[in-house]
């Protein structure tokens, strides 16, 4: 059996949560498209996220990183970032949801 971390386990279920809410995919601006997992990277590191240093050092860690954890509590409370289309193409209002 696997055994996660307490980061690990919180952004899985948020990406549970917000899929189950908006949709599997995330668009963006300029017609990318994301899963939750990588559009969470992308909010905390970047369009490239990919290729950052800090993204990889994250990656060979035992947990998630705190500042993805804060990233994914402040998106799911609303502040949804400028980049990110998912819930208007959703047909969702995520800002009057939100409230």
Excluded at 10 to 19: H, P
Excluded at 31 to 55: F, I, M, N, P, T
Aim: aromatic share 14%.
């Amino acid at each position: 059996m696997t055994s996660f971390g307490p980061n690990t386990t919180f952004v899985i279920n948020w990406i549970t949560r917000m899929g189950g809410k908006y949709g599997g995919t995330v668009y963006d601006t300029k017609g990318g498209l994301w899963d939750w997992g990588q559009a969470l990277c992308r909010q905390v590191w970047g369009h490239e996220w990919s290729k950052s240093d800090a993204w990889k050092e994250a990656d060979s860690g035992d947990d998630v990183p705190a500042e993805i954890v804060e990233a994914a509590k402040a998106w799911e409370a609303g502040e949804w970032p400028a980049w990110a289309l998912c819930g208007q193409m959703a047909g969702v209002d995520w800002q009057e949801d939100a409230r």
